[in-house]
T-cell receptor, first 118, second 113 residues
Framework: GAVVSQHPSWVICKSGTSVKIECRSL??????MFWYRQFPKQSLMLMAT?????????EQGVEKDKFLINHASLTLSTLTVTSAHPEDSSFYIC??????????????FGSGTRLTVV | GNSVTQMEGPVTLSEEAFLTINCTYT??????LFWYVQYPGEGLQLLLK?????DKGSNKGFEATYRKETTSFHLEKGSVQVSDSAVYFC????????????FGAGTRLFVKA
């Protein structure tokens, strides 16, 4: 089935540094990729929607300059957390529609990246 | 706007017990409904789905029926196993919501041997 490979699965970084998270669609083309953030014991919060070849659409309250999203090809979307701080520590998950249009078939999710900023 | 409400957890059951996790939704248009499962330290996996009223989604012994009259999509399993311990998320996606997936808060299930 359709698989999204997300790397790294976990990362520890120092405050002030930047971290890049990659999501690759392995056997299908992902025109759209959704990026979520999940705090401990809470649900997923949509951060932004990336579209191949165009600017990402950010949800209200998400800092565009802090969470840089690039969707350079139909199989790769990246999220870069810039100048990370401890409050950015979280579980980040990407997701791609299983169909390029429509919602009937749901979405496939990456395995997530646990970011810890020290 | 669209929203999903599911029962709070955690839910603790003994092995082979019957499971129900309630989920209700609010949506315009005709949403598709999903249940996702998240095992510890992992991403979400699609468990089952239903795309129109009265559809029943089923997988791995889990079932949920799309009830438009009660705007519900309750998850059920007749006999749970320890390996079912996870967090379960009810979700919806609608063309009126730009195809964004809206998740419920999640319900943590613990199954004891």
């Amino acid at each position: 089935g359709a698989v999204v490979s997300q790397h790294p699965s976990w990362v520890i970084c120092k405050s002030g540094t930047s971290v890049k998270i990659e999501c690759r669609s392995l056997d299908f083309q992902a025109t759209t990729m959704f990026w979520y953030r999940q705090f401990p014991k809470q649900s997923l919060m949509l951060m932004a929607t990336s579209n191949e070849g165009s600017k990402a659409t950010y949800e209200q309250g998400v800092e565009k300059d802090k969470f840089l999203i690039n969707h350079a090809s139909l199989t790769l979307s990246t999220l870069t957390v810039t100048s990370a701080h401890p409050e950015d520590s979280s579980f980040y998950i990407c997701s791609a529609p299983l169909e390029r249009t429509g919602t009937e078939h749901g979405y496939t999710f990456g395995s997530g990246t646990r970011l810890t900023v020290v | 706007g669209n929203s999903v409400t599911q029962m709070e957890g955690p839910v603790t059951l003994s092995e082979e017990a019957f499971l129900t996790i309630n989920c209700t939704y609010t949506a315009t248009g005709y949403p598709s409904l999903f249940w996702y499962v998240q095992y510890p330290g992992e991403g979400l996996q699609l468990l089952l789905k239903a795309t129109k009223a009265d559809d029943k989604g089923s997988n791995k012994g889990f079932e949920a029926t799309y009830r438009k009259e009660t705007t519900s999509f309750h998850l059920e399993k007749g006999s749970v196993q320890v390996s079912d311990s996870a967090v379960y998320f009810c979700a919806l996606s609608s063309n009126t919501g730009g195809f964004k997936t809206i998740f419920g808060a999640g319900t943590r299930l613990f199954v004891k041997a």
